[in-house]
């Protein structure tokens, strides 16, 4: 297990499972606490989010009020206004398989775009699917017919599919090892560039920052999470992880319910 080096100069934290129960409006109120005092403290406070910037939950820009923002699993890098430092879209191949592969098999089918969610299959039962948590159908356009939203607007960075069954993800792997394909929801996945992930944005944004990785704590609970905690000084797994992210971090704190930010952040000397 790594040690954190003296002074932690910033936090980076996932949302969904993190700092807010899933299905939740709010942030705990012991988190909210634990970031105002690292705050107070000069901590650079960094929300990483499989989320577009436009989906974030509303508490989350009015009250935890990040300086910057890791979005779309390190697809995007944004200020805390939502002006975006850093995009890596996917290549023309990526996109054209990704829509290939919803349409050959009739799956509801979205972009993520760097603030936005295009539909390009069966919108409305994307939206059932997957409006929650803050995501509403404001956030989600339809381009189900002409399926061109990427010329104007430039390649998506993300692509999801809502779909319960389980699919053979080693499969979909050997077919398209540039991309990484995971789970989320119990219904449905997503599919990014394998070049891209939480753990690369956060040292981009570090280095861009003038600070070390090693200066920052990262927490999350989600599979989406590992690279950002293994990129991270010291990575803390919420209690409530999935198997996969509690191996990869360096200490595992209590659950979401049980003040797992404050207990993590109080472990660490970021608060008192």
């Known amino acids: 297990i790594r040690t954190m080096i003296e002074g932690v100069k910033a936090v980076a934290f996932d949302i969904d499972g993190t700092l807010i129960p899933y299905g939740e409006p709010e942030v705990s109120a012991s988190a909210l606490a634990a970031?105002?005092?690292?705050?107070?403290?000069?901590?650079?406070?960094?929300i990483s989010s499989g989320r577009v910037f436009g989906t974030m939950h509303p508490d989350i820009g009015e009250r935890v009020r990040p300086d910057y923002y890791v979005t779309v699993n390190g697809g995007c890098i944004n200020r805390g206004d939502g002006n975006i430092l850093q995009c890596y879209p996917m290549?023309?191949?990526?996109?054209?398989?990704?829509?290939?592969?919803?349409?050959?098999?009739?799956?509801?089918?979205?972009?993520?775009?760097?603030?936005?969610?295009?539909?390009?299959?069966?919108?409305?039962?994307?939206?059932?699917?997957?409006?929650r948590g803050g995501i509403s159908r404001t956030n989600i356009g339809s381009s189900d017919e002409k399926r061109d939203y990427h010329l104007d607007h430039g390649n998506p960075l993300d692509g999801i599919i809502m779909h319960e069954a389980l699919l053979d993800l080693d499969a979909l792997k050997r077919q398209r090892e540039d991309l990484t394909f995971y789970r989320v929801m119990n219904s449905g996945y997503e599919m990014y560039p394998a070049s891209v992930n939480k753990g690369k944005s956060l040292k981009w944004l570090m280095a861009y920052?003038?600070?070390?990785?090693?200066e920052c704590l990262a927490i999350g609970d989600s599979d989406n999470d590992i690279d950002m905690l293994r990129a991270a000084g010291v990575g803390v797994a919420m209690g409530n992880s999935t198997p996969a992210a509690l191996q990869a971090a360096d200490y595992v704190t209590d659950d979401i319910t049980h003040d797992g930010i404050w207990k993590a952040l109080a472990r660490f000397g970021v608060i008192e």
């Open 35 to 46: 970031i105002e005092q690292a705050r107070s403290r000069g901590v650079i406070i960094i």
């Open 91 to 131: 290549s023309d191949s990526q996109r054209d398989w990704l829509i290939d592969f919803a349409l050959d098999n009739d799956y509801p089918f979205a972009f993520k775009f760097p603030n936005h969610y295009e539909t390009y299959n069966r919108h409305e039962d994307f939206c059932k699917a997957y409006c």
């Open 209 to 214: 920052l003038g600070l070390r990785i090693e």
